[in-house]
């Protein structure tokens, strides 16, 4: 299988490779990132559902399984080429919604309310696997279940907001993709300053309010 270099993996499927454990690379132009994105998206849903128990799989049989999706935007519209990515790359791996899956799609608006009571109610209608799509997303999912498979996207920090245990073994029953590591952050000022001779001052802009940015500003200011 072939990794996507702009993500670090999270999982405990075993058919799923191991993250890469030094660089983490990004895309240089918006549609190449915005390709890599998708493709590893759509590796990642394929290899979740393989992984799924074998008991589970059993009592599938004569129904169609249902995806439980929770965006962040107000619209599928808004979501745009995530959106589209979905649906494209369920339809490449050879699934097709109402023929032999059922997609629940969910839009809560950026509306924290909404985020909650849609997440439990894709909970309470037993979808076969839950997806949660940003960070403002994963934290509802995996709050509303701890036995429905979830699948969180782009999640900036998923150890330090508690989504997983670690990136290397994740445990119970969240897995998903990084696009961004926070144990690099030392890494990379380092290339930073091989790269600009006499380096002193470098500046980072975040949202003090944001758990995920706060964490990630104070490992950078203990790795300056």
């Known amino acids: 299988m072939t990794q996507k270099r702009p993500f670090r993996r999270t999982t405990s499927a075993n ?5 890469p454990s030094q660089v983490l690379g990004f895309a240089h132009c918006k549609r190449c990132r915005g390709q890599m994105q998708r493709r590893a998206l759509m590796r990642l849903l394929g290899c979740a559902a393989a992984a799924w128990p074998q008991a589970t ?12 999706v929770l965006w962040h935007a107000g619209s599928a519209e808004e979501e745009g080429p995530y ?3 979905l649906i494209e790359g369920l339809t490449d791996l ?6 032999n899956i059922i997609l629940e799609h969910r839009f809560p608006n950026e509306t924290p309310d909404r985020f909650r009571s849609m997440a439990a109610e894709l909970v309470s209608m037993k979808v076969d696997v839950l997806v949660g799509v940003g960070s403002q997303t ?5 709050n509303a279940t701890k036995t429905i ?5 782009f999640s900036p920090d998923p150890v330090g907001t508690k989504l997983v245990v670690s990136l290397a073994r994740p445990g119970g029953n969240a897995t998903g993709l990084t696009n961004f590591a ?3 952050i030392g890494k990379r000022l380092h290339f930073l300053k091989l790269t600009i001779q ?3 001052h470098v500046g980072l802009l975040v949202n003090p309010e944001h758990s995920s940015c706060a964490a990630l500003h104070q490992r950078d200011t203990s790795c300056s």
Request: net charge positive.
């Open 149 to 153: 498979p979830i699948i969180f996207v």
């Open 94 to 99: 050879g699934y097709f919604d109402g023929r």
């Open 57 to 68: 799989l059993a009592q599938q049989i004569g129904k169609n399984p249902r995806i439980g």
């Open 138 to 142: 994963a934290p509802y999912v995996k």
């Open 83 to 85: 959106y589209r990515g």
């Open 15 to 19: 058919c799923l490779p191991n993250a």
């Open 182 to 184: 926070a144990d690099l």
């Open 198 to 200: 006499n380096l002193s």
